[in-house]
């Protein structure tokens, strides 16, 4: 059955199985289910569909300093939205302890998002605790760039291997429009050059496109970061939350991304650097670089999906799309042993079997979902 909006386009990713399973619209958070055994030396856990954990996105605040309208729109998050209190927020002790038990379930790379991690105080030092655990864990960070000049350096020194910058244009009025807190282009781009200059490379930066909004800026994008070492990933407007106003009519199929710049550019497609990986990747053909586009709305990968998120006071979710998570923060703090918690890891990862954006229709976008500012993108 093809969902009833579906957009018709070259494919440039990943072909979308057939098989239909429905997403349940769970109303609070779900019970943890009954969990089996981790054993020492195995492969981790596979979900329902054959897919191996390998990704943990951990939040470490539900706050941010900019008001983008995909993700934070103003008339939402205005001076009167109730932020989660500090005592309801993990620990850097408690994050450690989850990255522990994740990385002992395979997991091999983590990822600090927010709202805006560096807005959580002394993160560098939740940075050093992490990068002490395995120093083969990749270890990332996505940030609006906004405090990045200032805290590259010490981000570097404390273990942070790669960072991604969301800038969705070069131009700064379409920019200061989109992030709506009157925040110059010129300041990330100061923060990007400071993370490079330190070593955390390769810088990735994430654009998110909506069309009649920053669409016009694609070409430029790509144009001013070609040669530079940077990947630009150009990402489809997703009906992440319910306060984005998310429409169909405002996405703009990474295929016609591909033709804008293949024309000015010339691409050729290459492939993935790993098995998951949610971007497809594009090679200019006069070696100069490459770009990614992120097709969650019309080219879904969710049958390579290897990610699970952490929300900043520890609910687990198993999907960017969800409804409700699982509570782990009751278990941290409850007296379970680090056997006991990854058991109940395990568990949820095996009872995956979320395929959201391969099943969206209007009825699917139109349920109540977890808010990108408090779950991470």
Partial sequence: MRPDFTVMTERIVRPVPHRIIPIADARRDRALPAAGGHHAGSDGPVDTLGRHLHDLRISVTDRCNFRCTYCMPKDVFDKNYQFLPHKDLLSFEEIERVARIFIGLGTQKIRITGGEPLLRRNVERLIEM????????????????????????????????????????????????????????????????????????????????????????????????????????????????????????????????????NEKMPLAPIDPSYEGEVAARWWYQDGSGEIGVISSVTQAFCSTCTRLRLSTEGKLYTCLFASSGYDFRSLLRGG??????????????????????????????????????????
């Avoid at 992030?179 to 955390?200: K, T, Y």
């Avoid at 994430?206 to 070492?229: C, E, L, W």
């Avoid at 009872?351 to 976008?365: F, K, L, M, Q, W």
């Fill in 336 to 377: 379970a042993t680090d056997a006991e918690i990854a058991a109940q890891v395990a568990a949820v990862w095996r009872g995956r079997g979320d395929r959201y954006s391969e099943i969206r229709t209007a009825a699917t976008a139109g349920l109540r979902k977890i808010e990108m500012s408090y779950i991470g993108g």
């Fill in 130 to 261: 992490l990068a002490r655990i395995d120093d083969r864990i990749d270890i990332t960070l996505t940030t609006n760039g906004s405090l990045l000049a200032r805290k590259a350096q010490s981000l570097f020194d404390a273990g942070l291997k790669r960072v991604t910058v969301s800038l969705d244009s070069l131009d700064d009025p379409t920019f200061q429009a989109m992030n709506d807190a009157e925040f110059p282009v010129e300041r990330v781009l100061q923060g990007i050059e400071a993370a490079a200059a330190v070593g955390l490379r390769p810088i990735k930066i994430n654009a998110v496109v909506k069309r009649g909004v920053n669409d016009h800026t694609i070409v430029p994008m790509a144009r001013h970061f070609k040669g530079s070492g940077h990947i630009v990933r150009f990402i489809e407007f997703m009906d992440v939350g319910a306060s984005n106003g998310w429409r169909m009519d405002d996405v703009v199929p990474s295929a016609e991304v591909v033709r804008q710049i």
